[in-house]
């Protein structure tokens, strides 16, 4: 890995007063950081006081000096400190993540090497090779505190965050944003290195405090990035996908489940597919992408790390009645995607120690509770689908169903699409860098304000967001996502021009492709959450290559997952919350390795009472492995309808109106069907349309949406490095009958009964099946379903 990869010989990237390397010199008194552009036509100094061990004492040269003045300005510093040494050449670095101090001096963190692991619209995306802790003060008696064994032990356990692996950044571009929100953004002088996809953020709260800018500072984007140039039919195109894990409810696997007060879940990343088309130098950049979430169930819910049980027991806290931190949850789905909050929950319903039922039972408690107190166009729409028993079933039709539910969560919310001048949303990133007080000469200042004229060209927005869940959101979550970014990569090549054989057929290379790029993601982000790479069952299923050696190679993953939860999850969880500022040396708190698992684990009512201490009588149900916390009560109070804190833009409703919170995927044919819909619903849409208004993506939509088709195909990939360096049914079995009553269904009749929020009694609703579909999502799928069994194979 070079610490300045050479230039990509395409084309030229957009050039902006932006400190790219610097050198860190230091005389006995002062570190000297001296910073330059990428094309050395400026210089800048950073002086940092190394005389008080105990305070942050920085001042920033506001100076723009040239390479002569320079050179002249560090012989004058090396003179004057001659009697101690002069100046000393310290490191080269590219970027400074933060400062840091336990129990003794501050340290200095710096990225010593870079790689550029792709661009977007013309920014170049770097990713963290090597880091470097600095300690800034001089050695002297009162930093001998730096020895002492507690220092060394904040010290490791810091250090135990390896910023090497799966940290990224970018010089010009918003990484912590997803493509729309950078393009669409209109405010200016908005701190932005506070977002919770910043892992650094405490780290640079005191730099960014003292300079009031992030000139000197790098914002750190902690998951996943990959990109791959391809071509398909002699037409060339730039896939990129990229994870960003939340740090808000960050930690390992056990340590870190459901909820937390704020509506942070744990293990909550937002995964973005980004598909540009490669157009000669000085056009518009035609560029689209889909943003999709997972996350922990949001519900108060833990497990206890055991040794002797690979599946601890399951243990739910019902102390949150009106769902207050779900809420919460889904509020800030809707003030980051837009209205359209789409679920698709993958939990099992028929595992032999109800672990994942019960999961599943409360969690569609509390999207009813929601949504029957929630205006229509704001309600949660949600879809069951046991992903687990159906791929037992059968591989090709579980991931086709998982195609047809993503393909129709994309007709809700869309896709962003847009043409972009190349370095798009740079000057607001320059601006916003100075906290709206940029220091620039008058030719960057016209170059700026030139560039603010290009303005991209928008022709289609996102307005929601498909989240998907399981027990872990890992290995299934992973397949279920590929689906989608499957379904949603068809659209997005078509929205772009480019033709061709479907991609949604798992024997087209670019799906084998995308395939690959997922499989990466969800290896990341597993060793991340779970400390092993993702179980390769469903993934080998698919490709046909589910063997005794893969089966093997599972086994051993499953062994290595248990052995990190059991034995290096406490410490991990240490190192994390001390990197994230969560823990650390403060007044009258106890050091992270002094708290037992339960404080580690802790979460507070809101007037800060440990909950652990609030627990209901534990009693067991179904088997030993299930610990149920209070009762499943369904008369809650309704409360008032929460104003929406955005609105959608196409107005399309997908309604989850049944007591029971999801519409039931349960597939019992390779013709599967639903039969969940409000009777106001059947009056407003029409017998093969079920959502009026999604018309904007009828356009792109047809055969080839839907995998099993056989093509010749014509495609290459090149990765970025290489470049660069070169609905469902409802059963009888429904599982919300034990929990709700009000809704029922028979076996041998399309007959249900729903109550209403009002608890008025419940009216039967008969539908006329058709070939065993019944409503209107039903008649959607079985027009897809024919056009299947019609095409050619």
């Known amino acids: 890995m070079g610490s300045e990869p050479r230039e990509d010989p395409r084309r030229e990237l957009i050039d902006l007063p932006v400190l790219h390397k610097l050198k860190l010199y ?88 870079k790689k550029k692991v792709g661009e977007i619209c013309g920014h170049a995306i770097y990713g963290v090779a090597e880091s470097q802790m600095i300690m800034v003060p001089y050695p002297s008696s009162e930093t001998r505190v730096s020895g002492s064994a507690a220092e060394r032990r904040y010290r490791k356990l810091f250090n135990m965050v390896d910023l090497s692996k799966n940290f990224y950044f970018s010089y010009t571009y918003r990484l912590m944003y997803s493509l729309q929100r950078n393009i669409c953004n209109t405010e200016k002088g908005k701190i932005h290195d506070n977002s919770m996809f ?135 789905l809707r003030q980051r995607y837009g209205k359209r909050i789409i679920i698709m929950n993958l939990l099992k319903t028929g595992d032999k120690d109800h672990r994942e039922s019960i999961l599943k039972a409360a969690f569609g408690k509390a999207i009813w509770f929601i949504n029957r107190q929630a205006k229509k166009d704001s309600r949660l729409k949600a879809i069951h689908y046991d992903l687990n028993k159906h791929f037992k079933s059968g591989v090709d039709g579980a991931f086709e169903q998982l195609c047809v539910l993503g393909k129709r969560a994309l007709d809700l919310i869309d896709l962003f699409f847009c043409e972009a001048p190349l370095g798009i949303g740079a000057e607001s990133v320059i601006k916003d860098s100075f906290f709206n007080n940029p220091i620039l000469n008058q030719d960057e200042e016209e170059t700026i304000q030139e560039n603010e004229a290009l303005k991209a060209d928008i ?68 060793i991340q959450y779970a400390g092993s790479e993702a179980h390769t069952k469903m993934f080998s299923a698919l490709r046909g290559e589910w063997n005794m050696m893969m089966k093997h190679r599972d ?4 062994v290595r997952r248990h052995y990190n939860n059991a034995y290096q999850d406490g410490e991990k969880q240490n190192a994390i919350n001390v990197f994230l500022g969560k823990s650390g040396p403060q007044l009258g708190r106890q050091a992270p390795w002094e708290l037992g698992s339960d404080q580690r684990n802790t979460r507070r009512t809101s007037s800060n009472l440990d909950i652990e201490t609030l627990r209901p009588k534990i ?160 008649q959607w799928v079985l027009h897809e379903k024919s056009s299947l069994s019609r095409a050619p194979r």
């Open 619 to 778: 009693s067991r149900s179904f088997s030993d492995n299930l610990l149920l916390l209070g009762e499943l009560n369904l008369e809650e109070p309704i409360l008032e309808n929460p104003e929406p804190s955005r609105e959608g833009l196409n107005g399309v409703i997908w309604e989850t109106t049944s007591e029971s919170g999801f519409i039931e995927a349960e597939p019992t044919s390779p013709s599967f069907h639903s039969a969940i819909v409000d009777e106001d619903h059947l009056r407003r849409t029409g017998s093969r349309q079920m959502l009026q208004g999604s018309s904007s993506m009828s356009d792109f939509l047809g055969q080839d949406d839907v995998p099993g088709f056989s093509h010749s195909y014509n495609a290459r990939f090149t990765p970025a490095d290489e470049m660069f360096e070169l609905c469902s049914s409802v059963s009888s079995d429904n599982m919300f009958t034990d929990m709700d009553e009000s809704i029922t269904s028979t076996t041998d009749t399309n007959i249900l009964e729903f109550h209403s929020s009002s608890n008025q009694p419940g009216r039967f609703i008969e539908f006329p099946l058709v070939d065993g579909y019944s409503n209107e999502f039903t």
């Open 198 to 332: 910043v892992w650094n953020e405490y780290l640079t709260r005191g730099i960014r405090g003292i300079l009031k800018n992030t000139v000197w500072t790098v914002a750190l984007v902690y998951g996943f990035f990959e990109q791959i140039k391809c071509s398909v039919s002699n037409e060339e195109f730039v896939l990129t996908v990229i994870a960003r894990r939340s740090r808000r409810y960050a930690g390992t696997r056990y340590l870190r489940r459901g909820v937390n007060e704020q509506g942070s879940v744990a293990n909550e990343v937002e995964i973005e597919q980004i598909v540009s088309k490669e157009v000669p130098e000085g056009k518009k950049i035609p560029i689209t992408s889909v943003v999709q979430v997972r996350g922990s169930i949001p519900l108060f819910w833990s497990q206890e790390t055991s040794v002797f049980n690979p599946q601890p027991d399951i243990i739910l806290n019902n102390t949150d009645e009106n769902y207050a931190a779900t809420k919460l949850h889904f509020e800030n």
């Open 26 to 113: 230091s005389t006995r008194t002062t570190f000297y950081l001296i910073g330059r552009d990428e094309k050395k036509t400026f210089w800048r100094i950073l002086k940092i006081d190394r005389t008080d061990p105990k305070e942050l004492n920085l001042f920033e040269d506001p100076t723009r000096y040239t390479h002569d003045e320079i050179s002249q300005l560090k012989k004058w510093i090396s003179r004057g400190n001659q009697e101690h040494g002069g100046l000393r050449a310290e490191t080269t670095c590219y970027g400074i993540i933060g400062f840091v101090r336990f129990l003794g001096p501050y340290y200095m963190l710096v990225i010593r090497k």
């Open 555 to 558: 086994i051993i993953t499953a």
């Open 459 to 526: 022709h289609r927005l996102q307005s929601g967001v498909l989240r998907t869940n399981c027990v872990d959101c890992l290995d299934r979550t992973n397949v279920a996502q590929y689906s989608h970014g499957l379904v949603a990569l068809n659209h997005q090549l078509r929205t772009l021009g480019i033709t061709g054989p479907p991609i949604v057929d798992k024997d087209n290379p670019v799906a084998k492709k995308l395939m690959e790029v997922y499989e990466n993601a969800g290896d990341a982000i597993a």
